[in-house]
């Protein structure tokens, strides 16, 4: 059962344009929601987050959208940089669970390419 | 650097064998999370710690797997009479916040051959 899901594994964009990354969950009990970048060999690195009560959060180039009633969150990257090829992650957690753990449930992630 | 390590980063071993894996977490960080990637997944939750007491242990979790943390700072995660399905990345996340971004270690990689 794949709560979050990343259903595009891979994404090229040309430097300076925008890339969109898109997610989708079905657990309604999911409150909170990051993006993580991953390069190989490395651990996965926070980048943005969001909680269920606002619709947008924006950190310099980055800007994550939730739209809550069709379960979607979308990152935004404005203008996308050659550095920024890597695996992003989408992941949520729910904030008060059975265990009070704030586990992050998290998606199979999208590859992205920018290109110069 | 004052980031989560793990060590070892890398480690192969013979199917049968036990092997041991050491997180040290940000200091003051209360909270320290185990995830186990494969290839082609996003991370997966395997067990959490709230200072030195287990609270969750993900289903993923079998009985030839333990973790401790002694003392609420450094964790340990062992595998008994490893498998060749327990290759995988291995990483370690600690927060000191209830609701805020988990920071993850460089993780360990097994290689059971």
């Known amino acids: ?116 | 650097d004052t980031g989560v390590s793990q060590n070892p980063r890398h480690k192969i071993t013979k199917r049968g064998q036990n092997v041991t894996f050491r997180c040290d977490p940000i200091s003051e960080h209360n909270r320290l999370y185990w995830y186990r990637q494969t290839l082609g997944q996003g991370p997966e939750f395997l067990t959490y710690f709230q200072n030195e007491a287990q609270l969750e242990k993900s289903r993923l979790l079998s009985d030839r797997f333990s973790a401790e943390r002694p003392k609420g700072s450094f964790s340990t995660l062992e595998i008994q009479r490893t498998e060749q399905g327990d290759s995988a990345m291995y990483l370690c996340a600690t927060t000191g916040r209830a609701d805020n971004e988990q920071f993850f270690g460089p993780g360990t990689r097994l290689t059971v051959l």
């Not at chain 1, 990152?75 to 989408?90: K, M, W």
């Open chain 1, 1 to 116: 059962d794949q709560q979050v899901k990343q259903n595009s594994p891979s994404l090229s964009v040309q430097e300076g344009r925008i890339s969109i990354l898109n997610c989708d969950y079905t657990n309604s009990m999911f409150d909170y929601f990051l993006w993580y970048k991953k390069y190989p060999a490395e651990g996965p690195t926070f980048l943005i987050s969001i909680s269920s009560i606002k619709d947008k959060n924006e950190d310099g180039r980055f800007t994550v959208f939730l739209n809550k009633s069709a379960k979607h969150l979308s990152l935004h990257i404005v203008p996308s940089q050659p550095g920024d090829s890597a695996v992003y992650f989408c992941a949520a957690s729910e904030r008060k669970d059975l265990y009070n753990t704030d586990k992050l449930i998290f998606g199979t992630g999208t590859r992205l390419q920018v290109f110069p």
